[in-house]
Nanobody
Framework: QVQLVESGGGSVQAGGSLRLSCAVS????????LGWFRQAPGKEREGLAYISWSGTTTYSDSVKGRFTISKDNAKTNLNLQMNSLKPEDTAKYFCAALPGWSNSVCVGSGYWGQGTQVTVSS
């Protein structure tokens, strides 16, 4: 019912920037909490940034001040601007649409994209 497709991943040197995008329908944007997550090999999935139905944003301590989550003018793309990238940012990045908002994060069982790889070299 809900489809999410990430794009914009790639390889970059430490200190560089990348911008990820996730195609989102207007219906999904209006009715779900949207977020960005990442997972490195052998590690658990980590929540990075969230944006509520009203546009309120929340960031994890690991990316606060470096990453910015936003929606485009048409509300059909979810974006993640990543600056000052570090080797430890290397992971597969996923966007998600979840049904709830609690304690300033998206919660519940929802929908996930296939992911896009980000590799940061030292």
């Amino acid at each position: 019912q809900v489809q999410l497709v990430e794009s914009g991943g790639g390889s970059v040197q430490a200190g560089g920037s990348l911008r990820l995008s996730c195609a989102v329908s207007e219906y999904t944007s209006r009715n779900y909490c949207l977020g960005w997550f990442r997972q490195a090999p052998g590690k658990e999935r980590e929540g990075l940034a969230y944006i509520s139905w009203s546009g309120t944003t929340t960031y994890s301590d690991s990316v606060k001040g470096r990453f910015t989550i936003s929606k485009d003018n048409a509300k059909t793309n979810l974006n993640l601007q990543m600056n000052s990238l570090k080797p430890e940012d290397t992971a597969k990045y996923f966007c998600a649409a979840l049904p709830g908002w609690s304690n300033s994060v998206c919660v519940g069982s929802g929908y996930w994209g296939q992911g896009t790889q980000v590799t940061v070299s030292s």
